[in-house]
C-alpha cells in the first residue's frame, strides 16, 4: 500500500497578485493523482474539448457540469487500471495499436487518407492522440482482464432478461403493401382520362387478365412499398386498407405523384422480437454489463491500495474556462 505524503498535490496557481478574490482564475493545478502519475487541469481541459467535439449538440448549463463530473471520474479510474497494468507489466506493442487504428478507418470508409484526415480533424484528435486513445484502452482492457473471472450466462438467465424486458422488443403492427403509380400531367388536365385508364386495367385484372401482361401495356409498375408501420399511414388509410382484401387493389386514389392503386400483401399484428432472434444480443449486452460492473469492483479495491486524489473541487473553474475560451 502507498503512503500518502506531505506534498501538497492539489497545488492551484492563481492569478491572485492583481485581480480581485472574485476574478481569479484557475490556471493549473493536479485534477488527479494515482500513486506517482498526475492529471493536471490543463490535461484535463484538454479531454474534455476534445470529448465535446464529438457531441452534438454540446451539453450546456447543468448538462455540461454532469458531464465533466462523469470525466473526471472515469479519468480517476483510467489511471487506475492502467496504474495497474503498469504493476503487472502489461504492454501494447506498436503492431497491435495500428491494427486496431486500420480496422477502424476499414469499419468506417475511411481508407482514403484525405477522408480518415478530415474524420480526425472534425473529432479534435490527431492520428498520435487516437493511437494513444487505443494503447490506453488496450492496456486497461487486458489489467481488468488478468484479475475478472468470465461469468457464464445460462440461456435460462437469458430468457429471464428477455421476459423482463420484453417491452424493448416490441414490434408495431405493420402493412405490407404494393403499390401502381399512373402519372398525371402537371397541370391535372388529363385526371379524369387517367383515372379511368386505371380503373379500367383494374376490372380486366378483376376479370381474369394477366396483371403483369397490363401493367406492361400500361406503361406502368407494381412497386414494393415493404411493410410499413400501421401508426406512420394516415387514419383514414388506414380505415381504407383494414377493409380491403388480401391481394386486393384498392379504389384509384389520388396522390402527389398521380392516380394511385394500393394492395394488400399481408397484415403483420403487433407484437415481439422471438427470444432467439435476440438472443445474441442480449447475451452480448449481459456480458459487457457484469464485466464493468467487477471492473468497477475492482477499481474500488485498488482505490484502498493507491494513493488517489481527485479534486472536483476545481471542476466549475475548468468549466468555467471552457465557456470563456468559447
Keep these: 500500500m502507498k503512503t500518502k505524503n506531505l506534498v501538497c498535490t492539489g497545488l492551484i496557481l492563481m492569478m491572485s497578485h492583481f485581480l480581485p478574490a472574485g476574478q481569479r482564475q484557475l490556471l493549473e493545478g493536479i485534477m488527479v493523482r494515482v500513486n506517482d502519475e498526475m492529471l493536471t487541469v490543463s490535461e484535463f481541459r484538454s479531454r474534455m474539448e476534445q470529448e465535446l467535439a464529438q457531441i452534438s449538440p ?11 463530473a462523469t470525466l473526471l471520474q472515469n479519468s480517476a479510474n483510467e489511471m487506475i487500471l492502467l496504474e495497474r497494468a503498469k504493476e503487472k507489466g502489461i504492454s501494447a506493442d506498436d503492431a497491435t495499436i495500428d491494427a486496431a487504428v486500420e480496422n477502424l478507418r476499414k469499419e468506417n470508409g475511411l481508407e482514403d487518407e484525405a477522408k480518415f484526415e478530415a474524420a480526425l480533424k472534425e473529432s479534435g484528435l490527431t492520428i498520435d492522440t487516437l493511437k494513444e486513445r487505443y494503447r490506453r484502452s488496450f492496456l486497461m482492457s487486458r489489467a481488468a482482464q488478468t484479475e475478472i473471472k468470465p461469468t457464464e450466462i445460462t440461456a435460462e438467465e437469458l430468457r429471464q432478461i428477455y421476459e423482463k424486458e420484453k417491452e424493448k422488443y416490441a414490434v408495431p403492427a405493420k402493412i405490407h403493401l404494393e403499390q401502381v ?4 400531367k402537371e397541370d391535372g388536365s388529363d385526371l379524369e382520362a ?6 379500367a386495367l383494374m376490372k380486366r385484372v378483376k376479370d381474369g387478365a394477366d396483371l403483369k401482361a397490363e401493367l406492361t401495356l400500361a406503361g406502368v409498375k407494381l412497386q414494393d412499398l415493404g411493410e410499413i408501420p400501421v401508426g406512420d399511414l394516415r387514419p383514414e388509410l388506414v380505415n381504407m386498407l383494414d377493409k380491403l382484401p388480401l391481394e386486393t387493389f384498392s379504389a384509384p386514389l389520388a396522390s402527389p405523384g398521380g392516380i394511385q392503386l394500393l394492395r394488400v400483401i399481408k397484415r403483420i399484428p403487433a407484437g415481439f422480437e422471438s427470444f432467439e432472434s435476440v438472443e445474441k444480443d ?3 449486452r449481459e456480458s459487457e454489463r457484469l464485466f464493468r460492473e467487477q471492473q468497477q ?3 474500488d479495491k485498488l482505490k484502498k491500495d493507491y494513493l488517489v486524489e481527485i479534486h472536483s473541487e476545481y471542476l466549475p473553474a475548468v468549466v468555467a474556462r471552457l465557456h470563456d475560451d468559447g
Design 58 to 68: 454540446r451539453p450546456e448549463g447543468k448538462d455540461l457540469d454532469d458531464f465533466a
Design 181 to 184: 403509380i399512373f402519372p398525371v
Design 194 to 199: 387517367v383515372q379511368k385508364r386505371a380503373e
Design 282 to 284: 442480449i447475451r452480448r
Design 297 to 299: 469492483g475492482l477499481i
